[in-house]
């Protein structure tokens, strides 16, 4: 290992590089072989405006790396035989009352965590300053409003809207079993692992090698067409994840017996976090063909601030000189069909403002 920890080392420099190109504030990651940590790092700061560096104690969000904190979560009470991996949701939730009948009778809780309930997904789910838009206890109602868009177990379809149908599922099967935060089986606390990690629905992808996705984790082997091109094929268990203020990755190749987790603080212009992940991923193979991914950085950067200039013009093109009505035609409250989502429109010095739920910040 000791040869993998020095590769590791000498490409922080580009690292560093990478993340100034993509306007990244901070971020660390850790590599793990065979469950013990043999590197990890941290860059940037944690508070810009104090320059606060990165330490020990930041604390990072990890956005959608909490998909397999709730498969893992099922996979326990799997394992006690409080439920089944295929228990339909409506045997758990007596307040799951989607008015589509198929996806109200038929939908398991292996239908939420392989994303096969075909519903659509609301983007006003997902809100930046960590403000909680709808409280737990309504989001079920906003949940029952939702509507197919893809024929129930047709297909692959990221929806967080599933996870959050999976997450109610479970807390009322696990009661209050998980309130004082510890886990109840502390020698092993993962289980139903090969279940979790196995292949369960494909990802449409145009690869030779498979790309699907498991119960919280989606699954490909590399060689790719960008990443890992001269690596011997193995299975890479892997899953992003994206929010406002944060950008995350989580990879296990199994064969190697290597993790990688990189967290950071900042919607970046790019996916930083990935191409950081698919470079240690080549560092700690020791890969003959690597990948230049500074010049990818620099080649996706120059691309993405090349969106706003031609929004910008495609906007200007199009609009229109004068409002199809008076301003104030358009003040007042918005809701979502089943009234869990507000919009408020009001005039202010002569502009019209949206203000979500209510939310000063929301503006």
Same mark, same amino acid.
């Given at each position: 290992?000791?040869?993998?920890?020095?590769?590791l080392?000498?490409?922080?420099?580009?690292?560093?590089?990478? *993340?100034?190109?993509?306007?990244?504030?901070?971020?660390?990651?850790?590599?793990?072989?065979?469950?013990?940590?043999?590197?990890?790092?941290?860059?940037?700061?944690?508070?810009?405006?104090?320059?606060?560096?990165?330490?020990?104690?930041?604390?990072?969000?990890?956005?959608?790396?909490?998909?397999?904190?709730?498969?893992?979560?099922?996979?326990?009470?799997?394992?006690?035989?409080?439920?089944?991996?295929?228990?339909?949701?409506?045997?758990?939730?007596?307040?799951?009352?989607?008015?589509?009948?198929?996806?109200?009778?038929?939908?398991?809780?292996?239908?939420?965590?392989?994303r096969?309930?075909?519903?659509?997904?609301?983007?006003?789910?997902?809100?930046?300053?960590?403000?909680?838009?709808?409280?737990?206890?309504?989001?079920?109602?906003?949940?029952?409003?939702?509507?197919?868009?893809?024929?129930?177990?047709?297909?692959?379809? $990221?929806?967080?809207?599933d $996870?959050?149908?999976?997450?109610?599922?479970?807390?009322?099967?696990?009661?209050?079993?998980?309130?004082?935060y510890?886990?109840?089986?502390?020698?092993?606390?993962?289980?139903?692992?090969?279940?979790?990690?196995?292949?369960?629905i494909?990802?449409?992808?145009?690869?030779?090698?498979?790309?699907?996705?498991?119960?919280?984790?989606?699954?490909?082997?590399?060689?790719?067409?960008?990443?890992?091109?001269?690596?011997?094929?193995?299975?890479?268990v892997?899953?992003?994840?994206?929010?406002?203020?944060?950008?995350a990755?989580l990879?296990?190749?199994?064969?190697?017996?290597?993790?990688?987790?990189? *967290?950071?603080?900042?919607?970046?212009?790019?996916d930083?976090?990935?191409?950081?992940?698919?470079?240690?991923?080549?560092?700690?193979?020791d890969?003959?063909e690597?990948?230049? $991914?500074?010049q990818?950085?620099?080649?996706?950067?120059?691309?993405? *601030?090349?969106?706003?200039?031609?929004?910008?013009?495609k906007?200007?093109e199009?609009?229109?000189?004068?409002?199809?009505?008076?301003?104030?035609?358009?003040?007042?409250? $918005?809701?979502?069909?089943?009234?869990?989502?507000?919009?408020?429109?009001?005039?202010?010095?002569?502009?019209?403002?949206?203000?979500?739920?209510?939310?000063?910040?929301?503006?």
């Open positions: 290992m000791e040869k993998t920890v020095k590769r080392k000498a490409v922080r420099l580009t690292i560093e590089e990478m *993340l100034a190109l993509a306007r990244k504030a901070g971020l660390t990651y850790g590599v793990v072989y065979r469950v013990q940590v043999i590197h990890r790092d941290k860059f940037g700061y944690r508070d810009v405006a104090e320059k606060l560096p990165v330490d020990e104690d930041a604390v990072f969000q990890v956005a959608s790396l909490t998909k397999n904190m709730v498969a893992s979560a099922v996979g326990v009470l799997v394992n006690e035989g409080k439920i089944c991996w295929d228990t339909p949701i409506k045997n758990l939730l007596p307040e799951w009352n989607i008015w589509d009948t198929t996806v109200h009778n038929l939908t398991t809780i292996s239908d939420c965590l392989t096969q309930t075909g519903l659509q997904m609301n983007n006003y789910w997902l809100q930046s300053k960590n403000n909680i838009v709808v409280p737990r206890e309504d989001s079920m109602e906003l949940i029952n409003g939702l509507k197919p868009v893809k024929p129930f177990r047709g297909q692959f379809q $990221y929806n967080n809207m $996870y959050r149908i999976a997450g109610h599922a479970w807390l009322k099967a696990a009661k209050h079993q998980f309130e004082n510890e886990s109840t089986t502390p020698d092993l606390p993962l289980k139903q692992v090969a279940h979790i990690l196995s292949s369960q494909p990802i449409q992808s145009p690869s030779y090698h498979e790309i699907s996705y498991g119960l919280g984790f989606a699954r490909t082997q590399p060689p790719g067409p960008t990443g890992a091109k001269s690596a011997p094929s193995q299975l890479t892997y899953h992003p994840g994206s929010h406002p203020g944060v950008l990755a990879n296990l190749i199994s064969e190697s017996q290597i993790g990688l987790v990189i *967290l950071s603080n900042t919607l970046a212009l790019v930083i976090a990935d191409w950081v992940g698919q470079l240690l991923i080549e560092t700690v193979l890969i003959p690597k990948n230049d $991914y500074l990818i950085t620099k080649d996706t950067v120059a691309r993405a *601030l090349s969106w706003f200039s031609l929004m910008y013009k906007l200007r199009n609009r229109q000189s004068h409002p199809p009505q008076r301003l104030e035609e358009y003040i007042g409250v $918005y809701w979502n069909a089943v009234g869990t989502v507000h919009i408020d429109v009001c005039l202010t010095e002569g502009r019209l403002n949206t203000i979500l739920q209510g939310l000063p910040d929301k503006v």
